[in-house]
């Protein structure tokens, strides 16, 4: 796994590291630390950019982001189940013939 260091991420992004800390021990995102820094693992970037965009552009405290966050994937893994399901569905309806629907996603960017 890749890691960033959260100075550098604070840096490139405006934000305090102690914004960051917060986030972790609310359980928003994971830290990692090693010889006394802190890391953030990269796949957790997309993430961490998410959950400030909510923070500070629209001012949702952590409680909501959480709940928000919670919510999109939910809703992803729905998607996904609803996609197995119209698949199946097709497939029973039409045993010669093997489709696949596909589901556009909806970016809650």
Known sequence: MKYI??????SH???EI?????????GLVPLHV????EFLPDKAITRLERTLRLFRDLDVNKEGI???????????????????LLNRLQQLENPGIA???????IDLE
């Open 66 to 84: 959480e709940v928000i966050l919670r919510m999109r994937k939910q809703l992803k893994k729905l998607r996904r189940e609803h996609e197995k």
């Open 13 to 15: 992004h405006g934000v």
């Open 34 to 37: 090693e010889n006394n820094r």
């Open 99 to 105: 489709r696949n629907y596909i589901i556009q996603e």
């Open 18 to 26: 102690t914004l960051i800390r917060e986030f972790a021990a609310f």
């Open 5 to 10: 260091a959260i100075e550098e991420f604070c």
